[in-house]
């Protein structure tokens, strides 16, 4: 059990560490917070599971990922909800759309060159089981 604990705090530091990676780009900004209802009024009315990179920080530090995997869907779910949100032709729209799959590539990229694949079937098996 205490190496459990081990892995899933070792994993914990490793995605702080992507969090941070991603919320410091300024490519990702409008990605860092929850959206502010009182500016964009409309935005819950048309995303109803709303992410940013702030909120994955704290589900981080509350043990709320036991594998990259987990956190990568969180990060699936930012690029979404962009992609529904800013549908137009327009360039305003257009570019949040290519931000949110640089986002998308980064993340995954990060994750891919930086975790042992071990550790994350590692991570996996764990989460299964619980
Ligand atoms: C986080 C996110 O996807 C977001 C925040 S503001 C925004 N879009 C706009 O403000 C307008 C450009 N067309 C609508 N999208």
Aim: with cysteine; glycine share 0%; charged share 35%.
């Amino acid at each position: 059990f205490e190496t459990e604990e081990h892995t899933l705090r070792e994993l914990r530091i490793f995605l702080r560490e992507i969090c941070k990676k991603l919320a410091n780009n300024r490519l990702f900004y409008m990605f860092t917070k929850p959206v502010d209802t009182e500016e964009v009024p409309d935005y819950p009315t048309i995303i109803k599971q709303p992410m940013d990179l702030e909120t994955m920080m704290t589900k981080v530090d509350f043990h709320q990922y036991e594998c990259a995997k987990d956190f990568l869907n969180d990060i699936e779910l930012i690029v979404q909800n962009a992609l529904e949100y800013n549908p137009a032709k327009t360039s305003a729209d257009k570019q949040i759309r290519h931000r949110a799959c640089s986002l998308r590539d980064y993340a995954f990229t990060l994750i891919k060159n930086e975790m042992d694949s071990d550790f994350e079937d590692k991570c996996q098996d764990i989460s299964k089981k619980r």
